[in-house]
């Protein structure tokens, strides 16, 4: 599987790694346990069985529009296989249009293989993924989760979407994507 994913400017992974080590220190699950050297704050867009070179020449241009608005505000959670607390990812008109381009542009090639209909418009959840666990369970509300934690996910937290990558999940590595 290969992602495609934006990457958020200085400010605010800081302040998502401030988040990650905050849980970490009450006890609770944290991406800051994820010690691979790819584990950064990112925003996924759209996940495919491949990505040739011409689709990412495609890419990258779709991915000039960078940087774009970015805007985290509050939480979200999911359950499945794995429960997780991500900070919610308000898309604005820009981000939308972005994500649309790179799904149309994945989904056109059918050297891509399959897409993950998670991804798709009208069904994708933007978010930046804060922790994951099998049955982990975090406190609610969110002020009571992350009491004291300036720019943490009881507010709302504005920066940009600066550059993209690719994670490559047979090799565990990533690459750049974008101008």
Request: aromatic letters at 6%.
């Amino acid at each position: 599987m290969h992602t495609v994913e934006l990457l958020p400017d200085e400010k605010t992974e800081r302040a998502v790694r401030d988040v990650w080590r905050h849980l970490l220190d009450a006890g609770l699950p944290s991406q800051a346990t994820h010690r691979h050297p790819t584990n950064r704050p990112h925003l996924t867009l759209a996940t495919a069985d491949g990505l040739g070179p011409e689709v990412r020449v495609r890419l990258n241009r779709a991915l000039a529009a960078l940087p774009v608005p970015l805007r985290l505000d509050g939480t979200v959670r999911f359950t499945g296989r794995k429960h997780v607390l991500a900070w919610a990812v308000r898309p604005d008109e820009a981000l939308l249009e972005l994500h649309e381009t790179v799904w149309r542009t994945l989904r056109d090639a059918p050297a891509c293989g399959a897409l993950n209909p998670i991804h798709a418009p009208g069904r994708w959840r933007p978010h930046i993924t804060l922790a994951r666990a099998r049955d982990a369970v975090w406190p609610e509300p969110d002020a009571e989760l992350f009491p004291g934690v300036p720019d943490g996910p009881a507010g709302v937290l504005a920066g940009c979407w600066v550059g993209a990558r690719t994670y490559d999940s047979v090799v565990r590595s990533t690459g750049p994507l974008g101008p």
